[in-house]
């Protein structure tokens, strides 16, 4: 089994970044896709991006498509989410999740605790 964590959340304004990372713990997970996906106040979760375990395959939701940047050092055990260019509806929980290299939530088996992140415009 493993463990996730994610951190790098907070406040910050509109234009402005944040660098979010998921480090896992429990096994390597060096062999899974990770996902990242968001989940805003009164709406359902939604993906944001996923890389392949041998980083050959990534993908993006379009409205992060030229802002984001996903990227991973199995080395470490983590996963990184690059936020540029933050906009206001950016703000939501952010969770990242092991599984099968996939937009869809249902086909990640483990996932993190979530980290805020906050955009004031």
């Known amino acids: 089994q493993v463990q996730l964590v994610e951190s790098g959340g907070g406040l910050v304004q509109a234009g402005g970044s944040l660098r979010l990372s998921c480090a896992a713990s429990?096994?390597?997970?060096?062999?899974?896709?990770v996902g990242w996906f968001r989940q805003a106040p009164g709406k359902e979760r939604e993906f944001v991006a996923a890389?392949?375990?041998?980083?050959?395959?990534?993908y993006y939701a379009d409205f992060v498509k030229g802002r984001f940047t996903i990227s991973r050092d199995n080395a470490k055990n983590t996963v990184y989410l690059q936020m540029n260019s933050l906009k206001s509806e950016d703000t939501a929980v952010y969770y990242c999740?092991?599984?099968?290299?996939?937009?869809?939530?249902?086909?990640?088996?483990?996932w993190g605790q979530g980290t805020q992140v906050t955009v004031s415009s």
């Open positions: 890389i392949s375990r041998s980083r050959g395959s990534i």
């Open positions: 999740a092991t599984g099968a290299l996939s937009v869809y939530s249902n086909d990640y088996n483990y």
């Open positions: 429990g096994r390597t997970f060096s062999r899974d896709s």
